[in-house]
């Protein structure tokens, strides 16, 4: 079961901004759905075989993940760099439970079961 969404939107006003601001987080850049805004979302952000892996802490209902499928693309920014991500997919737990290593794998008594994974595009394999 994910996280309850009036979770979200006290993360999304408090604690989002401070995680961008400090620069420790993976920052996922992404464009809103209906508005065309651009979003800044502090995830954790594992890196897979080929792309990275979101655990989908609030489900695929979130804003984010709605405006990264929605698009097809996003940017991340981790580590220094800015990759460039597309072909958002959602996937279950098993080939997220594959991918991820035991010690980044959510707890099984959380109940997540949706995971988003998406792939670096040729232009962030070029950089």
Not at 65 to 87: F, H, M, Q, Y
Not at 104 to 113: A, D, E, K, N, V
Request: proline share 7%.
């Amino acid at each position: 079961m994910p996280m309850p969404q009036w979770w979200g939107h006290i993360n999304k006003r408090v604690f989002n901004p401070r995680a961008i601001e400090g620069g420790k987080w993976p920052v996922l850049v992404h464009t809103g759905r209906s508005s065309g805004s651009t979003y800044r979302t502090p995830l954790d952000a594992f890196e897979v075989d080929g792309g990275y892996l979101f655990i989908l802490v609030y489900g695929s209902g979130a804003d984010w993940v709605r405006n990264v499928r929605a698009s097809g693309t996003a940017r991340l920014r981790v580590g220094g760099k800015e990759l460039e991500l597309g072909a958002p997919r959602l996937v279950g737990e098993d080939e997220a439970f594959a991918a991820l290593p035991a010690a980044s794998r959510p707890p099984r008594f959380l109940r997540i079961t949706e995971f988003l994974r998406m792939d670096l595009t040729t232009d962030s394999l070029q950089r």
